[in-house]
């Protein structure tokens, strides 16, 4: 039976990842909203409704050992060129397993979808729900084939207080399914806390957005 692109991340959620053979499996795109690469340990997804020839062609034609091609910057340029994307960085996609019990801290949920975090994550999310403590927010919705990612934002004042660990923390407690993020492997202080909340690296990730998308301030991807 042919795998879909949410078939191959759930079962990554569970520990079961795509063979190390080498190779790259090309799947349709769940929705318009994402087109992109995950890569996983010697083994590469790419995730588009593009010709899969036209991907293959492109990966050849990097030129690179074909373990790195899926996220080179050469084919990531043809990549955006091909389907007039966006695309922002590589970032370490990471999961969690829901966890029992109430959050580490006080939450309460926020309603104001004026929010700058629920803005920005309602313009890449569905179903955005997010809740607050003193000092941060944390944000649930569903992103890339409907998985349930989280993306967190931490005052300056209220930072290196492990708040950061906390709030991440919350989201196992919050959900009943596996949660992504999308770290930035360069933010070491975020990374470090998804790490101590009990999230596990999977993969690398570089999504092409219908838009332009960047950053956010905490280093997770929304």
Known sequence: MTKTLRDILDAAARGVFPPDDGGTTVVPQHAHRHAGVIAFTAHAVVFTDEDEGWVRGALDAVGCDPLAAAVHPRFLADFMARTGRAHDTVDALLVGAPLPGGPPLALREVTDLGHPRIGYARERRDGVRAWAADGGVVV???????????????????RHRGLGRDLVAAALRLADEPVWAQVSPGNARSLRAFLAAGYRPVAAEALLSATACSADCSGTRS
């Open 140 to 158: 649930l919705g569903r992103g890339v084939a409907g998985r349930l990612e989280v993306s967190v934002e931490v005052d300056a004042t209220a």
